[in-house]
């Protein structure tokens, strides 16, 4: 029987994993699917269903015993911590928090539960929703919240595992991320801006404190940015607990962050806990260049974290973008060279604790979704678990498999890398259109990974084209260079990169190429709309039109500090935005943008479509808004179906 086609409608009900737990000894994995949390038990197949009948049921972990599974459930009243024991089947609830809990931690004594919950100071009530905001400094808005004056805070909680009261940890207007405990189940470790002026608010320290109400704090770094964001590592204790690991930015000393500047290596750092030095442990190498990966395509791996260290603390294992692959890694915690544990074309997202040698791995592949699998990090062997996502989909329907290559840079520079995905039921001496797609960022890269997207056009007829132009991470710090990203460069590598992939590939109509892309990708839409005659129609999504308009209503608000004026800094953010160019667009032109995009403001979309009609009253060109949708597709079933059909009709139409 011949396998359906993937549709755009499959987006829609795509299912995603929420996180996993492993039990090596047993051989039994607790993990949150679409249809709540199950324990599978890996000898036999053999599921249970756990559930204390709440909503977005989740972080179901075992206790360092195995005897019992915390998880979290959703009521009207809040979302609740909840214990199950495995053998009497019990469910008793152990918190009444209002408001989520996130990222619940069993101590390594398996007697006290550290989680974190956004809580206002107290005695401080968060302001109604309809109430006036009162603004007297930046950071007064964020995409996804909307607009609000800063009430409510990442605080740090701990319950004891036999129940009693909760403990509220912290407290203060600033955030405690990224929590761990210390070795001795007494002291928590966690990222925090509580020592940081307020302008440096992606500047965490690494905190070590007592597990009580208003207990001792001890900042162990100073001057240094521990890493929060995008892409976090959890701070991890040493067996002995005389030191913490933790990745930090390789970032100038006083330098601010900010939306010009190329975002940093990452590096891993051994923290003494008796105030001696830290000393760096990883240096990169031709075959990793920093700790972190920053994976475009790969929505997957929530629930996991992106570090861990081995049974014996000699080890410590990361992931690394390289070379469009998420690999993992090891290195030793005394320091030394870096061992490549598992480096497949495929994306690992995420790695559980390791037991034994073993770990589970969350991953994905280019013609299949996120499942688990049981990693040995002694020999990179991999064991399958039969847990994995969207199983209907992959059992019933046939994807396509892309095709990579590199290419050269014009200006010697460096490499392009990409994929060419061909179109589904491809017949022998035809031509297809194809769809060039860009990624967003710029520094996120693709990868070896699944996107249903693309395969959804690729069985609508289309090749799809996707690349890693100068600006994406993965390729070494020459290549990642933002200014790369912004200076025509990278427009080049994806001029370059379509040419290659239509002289490779006879079957691509090189008169019929279309491009899209979101947040950069739309931006990049724009400026080759504005720039070059290459394409036949473009799809622009959540896009950057027009700087002044990000300058200002972005919430990544932008600065004039490097100008003589104002006057003359307004004069350059117009000559550096597509808008300034409409009158260039000739073809065929979709907008597609959320009215609560607060990243890229959705008043560019409505400028770059006033400024294309103003200039070519007879150009095919369309609008289309999303209402409550933020900077991303629209999550409303309804609205994505609509939202994909729209992309799909355009390109039929033109391409």
Same mark, same amino acid.
């Given at each position: 029987?011949?396998?359906?086609?993937?549709?755009?409608?499959?987006?829609?009900?795509?299912?995603?994993?929420?996180?996993?737990?492993?039990?090596?000894?047993?051989?039994?994995?607790?993990?949150?699917?679409?249809?709540?949390?199950?324990?599978?038990?890996?000898?036999?197949?053999?599921?249970?269903?756990?559930?204390?009948?709440?909503?977005?049921?989740?972080?179901?972990?075992?206790?360092?015993?195995?005897?019992?599974?915390?998880?979290?459930?959703?009521?009207?009243?809040?979302?609740? &911590?909840?214990?199950?024991?495995? @053998?009497?089947?019990? *469910? !008793?609830? /152990? %918190?009444?928090?209002?408001?989520?809990?996130?990222? $619940?931690?069993?101590?390594?004594?398996?007697?006290?539960?550290?989680?974190?919950?956004?809580?206002?100071?107290?005695?401080?009530?968060?302001?109604?929703?309809?109430?006036?905001?009162?603004?007297?400094?930046?950071?007064?808005?964020?995409?996804?919240?909307?607009?609000?004056?800063?009430?409510?805070?990442?605080?740090?909680?701990?319950?004891?595992?036999?129940?009693?009261?909760?403990?509220?940890?912290?407290?203060?207007?600033?955030?405690?991320?990224?929590?761990?405990?210390?070795?001795?189940?007494?002291?928590?470790?966690?990222?925090?801006?509580?020592?940081?002026?307020?302008?440096?608010?992606?500047?965490?320290?690494? &905190?070590?404190?007592?597990?009580? @109400?208003?207990?001792? *704090? !001890?900042? /162990? %770094?100073?001057?240094?940015?521990?890493?929060?964001? $995008?892409?976090?590592?959890?701070?991890?204790?040493?067996?002995?607990?005389?030191?913490?690991?933790?990745?930090?930015?390789?970032?100038?000393?006083?330098?601010?962050?900010?939306?010009?500047?190329?975002?940093?290596?990452?590096?891993?750092?051994?923290?003494?806990?008796?105030?001696?030095?830290?000393?760096?442990?990883?240096?990169?190498?031709?075959?990793?260049?920093?700790?972190?990966?920053?994976?475009?395509?790969?929505?997957?791996?929530?629930?996991?974290?992106?570090?861990?260290?081995?049974?014996?603390?000699?080890?410590?294992?990361?992931?690394?973008?390289?070379?469009?692959?998420?690999?993992?890694?090891?290195?030793?915690?005394?320091?030394?060279?870096?061992?490549?544990?598992?480096?497949?074309?495929?994306?690992?997202?995420?790695?559980?604790?390791?037991?034994?040698?073993?770990?589970?791995?969350?991953?994905?592949?280019?013609?299949?979704?996120?499942?688990?699998?049981?990693?040995?990090?002694?020999?990179?062997?991999?064991?399958?678990?039969?847990?994995?996502?969207?199983?209907?989909?992959?059992?019933?329907?046939?994807?396509?498999?892309?095709?990579?290559?590199?290419?050269?840079?014009?200006?010697?520079?460096?490499?392009?890398?990409?994929?060419?995905?061909?179109?589904?039921?491809?017949?022998?001496?035809?031509?297809?259109?194809?769809?060039?797609?860009?990624?967003?960022?710029?520094?996120?890269?693709?990868?070896?990974?699944?996107?249903?997207?693309?395969?959804?056009?690729?069985?609508?007829?289309?090749?799809?084209?996707?690349?890693?132009?100068?600006?994406?991470?993965?390729?070494?710090?020459?290549?990642?260079?933002?200014?790369?990203?912004?200076?025509?460069?990278?427009?080049?590598?994806?001029?370059?990169?379509?040419?290659?992939?239509?002289?490779?590939?006879?079957?691509?109509?090189?008169?019929?190429?279309?491009?899209?892309?979101?947040?950069?990708?739309?931006?990049?839409?724009?400026?080759?709309?504005?720039?070059?005659?290459?394409?036949?129609?473009?799809?622009?999504?959540?896009?950057?039109?027009?700087?002044?308009?990000?300058?200002?209503?972005?919430?990544?608000?932008?600065?004039?500090?490097?100008?003589?004026?104002?006057?003359?800094?307004?004069?350059?953010?117009?000559?550096?935005?597509?808008?300034?160019?409409?009158?260039?667009?000739?073809?065929?032109?979709?907008?597609?943008?959320?009215?609560?995009?607060?990243?890229?403001?959705?008043?560019?979309?409505?400028?770059?479509?006033?400024?294309?009609?103003?200039?070519?009253?007879?150009?095919?060109?369309?609008?289309?808004?999303?209402?409550?949708?933020?900077?991303?597709?629209?999550?409303?079933?309804?609205?994505?179906?609509?939202?994909?059909?729209?992309?799909?009709?355009?390109?039929?139409?033109?391409?």
């Amino acid at each position: 029987m011949e396998k359906r086609l993937p549709e755009f409608d499959d987006l829609i009900q795509l299912e995603r994993f929420r996180g996993a737990d492993y039990r090596e000894a047993e051989e039994l994995v607790v993990y949150t699917s679409a249809s709540g949390i199950r324990l599978r038990h890996l000898r036999s197949g053999r599921e249970e269903r756990i559930t204390a009948g709440g909503r977005r049921e989740g972080n179901a972990r075992f206790s360092p015993d195995g005897s019992r599974i915390l998880f979290t459930s959703g009521f009207a009243d809040g979302q609740k &911590l909840f214990l199950y024991d495995r @053998e009497t089947k019990s *469910i !008793r609830p /152990l %918190t009444t928090m209002q408001g989520p809990i996130t990222e $619940p931690i069993w101590s390594p004594d398996g007697a006290k539960i550290l989680f974190a919950s956004p809580s206002g100071e107290r005695g401080e009530r968060r302001a109604h929703r309809d109430s006036a905001v009162v603004i007297e400094d930046f950071g007064y808005k964020f995409d996804g919240m909307g607009f609000y004056t800063p009430t409510s805070f990442l605080q740090l909680f701990v319950v004891a595992a036999d129940g009693g009261e909760t403990i509220r940890v912290t407290d203060g207007k600033c955030n405690f991320m990224h929590h761990n405990w210390a070795s001795d189940s007494r002291h928590i470790l966690c990222c925090s801006n509580l020592f940081r002026a307020k302008e440096e608010s992606l500047g965490m320290d690494l &905190l070590y404190m007592e597990a009580k @109400e208003q207990g001792e *704090i !001890r900042q /162990l %770094t100073q001057g240094v940015w521990l890493v929060s964001y $995008p892409n976090p590592l959890r701070p991890i204790p040493t067996p002995d607990g005389k030191a913490v690991l933790a990745g930090i930015l390789d970032f100038p000393a006083g330098q601010k962050m900010t939306d010009t500047t190329t975002y940093p290596e990452v590096y891993l750092y051994k923290i003494p806990l008796d105030g001696s030095e830290m000393e760096r442990i990883f240096f990169p190498d031709d075959s990793c260049y920093q700790c972190v990966q920053f994976p475009y395509n790969a929505a997957c791996g929530w629930g996991f974290d992106r570090v861990q260290l081995s049974d014996d603390g000699q080890e410590i294992f990361f992931h690394g973008g390289w070379q469009g692959r998420t690999v993992l890694y090891g290195l030793p915690t005394e320091g030394g060279a870096v061992r490549t544990v598992l480096n497949e074309p495929f994306a690992v997202h995420g790695i559980g604790t390791v037991q034994n040698g073993k770990a589970l791995l969350a991953i994905s592949s280019e013609t299949r979704p996120e499942r688990y699998v049981i990693l040995d990090t002694r020999s990179g062997n991999l064991q399958e678990t039969g847990i994995q996502s969207a199983e209907e989909l992959v059992r019933n329907a046939a994807f396509s498999q892309p095709e990579n290559f590199f290419v050269n840079t014009l200006d010697g520079d460096g490499r392009i890398h990409g994929w060419v995905m061909p179109p589904q039921r491809r017949e022998g001496g035809k031509r297809y259109p194809a769809i060039l797609y860009i990624h967003g960022g710029p520094h996120p890269f693709y990868t070896y990974g699944f996107t249903l997207e693309h395969q959804c056009f690729a069985a609508a007829g289309f090749a799809v084209l996707y690349c890693n132009p100068r600006g994406s991470s993965g390729y070494g710090k020459a290549h990642q260079d933002i200014r790369k990203a912004f200076d025509g460069r990278a427009y080049e590598d994806c001029l370059q990169f379509v040419d290659e992939a239509c002289r490779r590939f006879p079957w691509i109509d090189p008169d019929r190429i279309g491009v899209t892309g979101g947040s950069y990708g739309g931006y990049m839409t724009n400026y080759m709309a504005t720039h070059c005659r290459r394409f036949r129609a473009y799809v622009s999504q959540r896009s950057v039109v027009n700087q002044l308009i990000s300058y200002a209503s972005s919430d990544m608000q932008g600065s004039s500090k490097k100008y003589g004026n104002f006057e003359e800094f307004m004069i350059a953010q117009l000559k550096d935005s597509p808008v300034s160019y409409a009158e260039r667009i000739d073809r065929p032109f979709l907008i597609l943008h959320g009215t609560d995009d607060l990243r890229t403001p959705v008043e560019g979309a409505h400028q770059l479509f006033v400024a294309i009609k103003d200039t070519h009253p007879d150009l095919p060109v369309r609008m289309v808004l999303y209402p409550h949708t933020g900077h991303d597709q629209p999550s409303n079933p309804k609205q994505q179906k609509h939202y994909y059909h729209e992309m799909l009709n355009w390109f039929r139409t033109y391409l």
